[in-house]
């Protein structure tokens, strides 16, 4: 009887560390700040360079390559974008951060930063129109490889153009979709556009055709 009892003990206090770990993971304890500091982020014009520097601080402890997003306050709720910036190695935390998310009557957490309506771009002293871009889909596997022709481009400004390429794909197909449905990007200027190149609001329905994508 006393093994037994002992033996018990042993159990349940290794069941109770166990339990303990499993509460303290970094992500809970992000979220645990998250919530603490909750009115702070939802009206965080009011000091945002302060808030913006404390919570890349605390996402950084995380993964150094997350990032965020805030949408506008809509009907008492604010979007909260978990990002890896495009970093298909930060990825898992993105899913592990969101999959720790509290349900917050305020907030809508989206992980990876979404399909949106490209916007004109001004990056590197270069300003483009949304509307002028094109792009040439071809398939490449479960892929798919695209060429964005852009009015301007130059070999030699090849770094700037290239960038801006890749925020306008980011914004027309969403963060999640670039990284892993894109193959190879190529840029070339607007002059040498294909006949059967898309606009950018049209690159979303070409790419999900081309990939199968339900």
């Not at 009892?5 to 166990?18: D, G, K, N, Y």
Request: glycine share 6%; no cysteine.
């Amino acid at each position: 009887m006393k093994f037994n009892h002992l033996l018990f003990l042993v159990v349940a206090t290794a069941f109770a560390f166990s339990g303990g770990r499993d509460e303290a993971t970094p992500e809970k304890a992000f979220w645990k700040w998250f919530q603490n500091n909750e009115n702070s982020l939802f009206d965080f014009e009011k000091d945002q360079e302060r808030i913006f520097d404390q919570l890349g601080t605390e996402m950084h402890k995380l993964n150094p390559s997350l990032t965020f997003e805030f949408g506008p306050k809509e009907d008492g709720r604010r979007e909260f974008v978990i990002s890896a910036d495009g970093i298909r190695d930060a990825f898992p935390e993105v899913e592990a951060l969101y999959a720790a998310a509290p349900s917050l009557p305020r907030w809508k957490f989206i992980k990876f930063r979404p399909r949106r309506k490209p916007n004109d771009i001004s990056y590197g002293g270069v300003s483009v129109k949304a509307s002028s871009v094109s792009v040439l889909v071809k398939p490449n596997g479960e892929k798919v490889d695209i060429t964005v022709f852009i009015p301007g481009y130059t070999k030699a400004a090849h770094k700037t153009y290239a960038a801006i390429a890749f925020l306008f794909l980011d914004e027309a197909l969403g963060e999640y979709d670039v990284e892993t449905r894109v193959g190879k990007v190529n840029i070339d200027s607007a002059s040498n556009a294909h006949t059967q190149s898309y606009s950018l609001d049209a690159l979303p329905k070409a790419v999900d055709t081309l990939t199968h994508k339900q």
